[in-house]
Nanobody, 120 residues
Framework: QVQLVESGGGLVQPGGSLRLSCAASGRTFDNYALGWFRQAPGKEREFVAAITWSGGITYYADSAKGRFTISRDKDKNTVYLQMNGLKPEDTAVYYC?????????????WGQGTQVTVSS
């Protein structure tokens, strides 16, 4: 049973930083991609970033480029999303997901999400 457990969300002021973590378990992810998505109130879930587990190739949404960095620690089976320069529009529930293909939608496995609120 694949489990993805997010942590690290919280309340941060505009311009601040947060690092989200996603602990993955239940299978080997060598042929998988791990991604981060977010959903703001009243909006559809959107792709943020993804990384291939084996090669570490990264993909970013335009809104994340230059501010967010996705990385993975194979020893800890954990994926991270370092978010800098946070803006109020980054407020959303952030989800970790896993899929056999690094795409922007249609992921197979999902975590429960962690709330990120950017506000002064």
């Amino acid at each position: 049973q694949v489990q993805l457990v997010e942590s690290g969300g919280g309340l941060v002021q505009p311009g601040g930083s947060l690092r989200l973590s996603c602990a993955a378990s239940g299978r080997t992810f060598d042929n998988y991609a791990l991604g981060w998505f977010r959903q703001a109130p009243g909006k559809e879930r959107e792709f943020v970033a993804a990384i291939t587990w084996s090669g570490g190739i990264t993909y970013y949404a335009d809104s994340a480029k230059g501010r967010f960095t996705i990385s993975r620690d194979k020893d800890k089976n954990t994926v991270y999303l370092q978010m800098n320069g946070l803006k109020p529009e980054d407020t959303a529930v952030y989800y970790c997901a896993a899929n056999q293909v690094a795409t922007m939608r249609g992921y197979e496995y999902w975590g429960q999400g962690t709330q990120v609120t950017v506000s002064s």
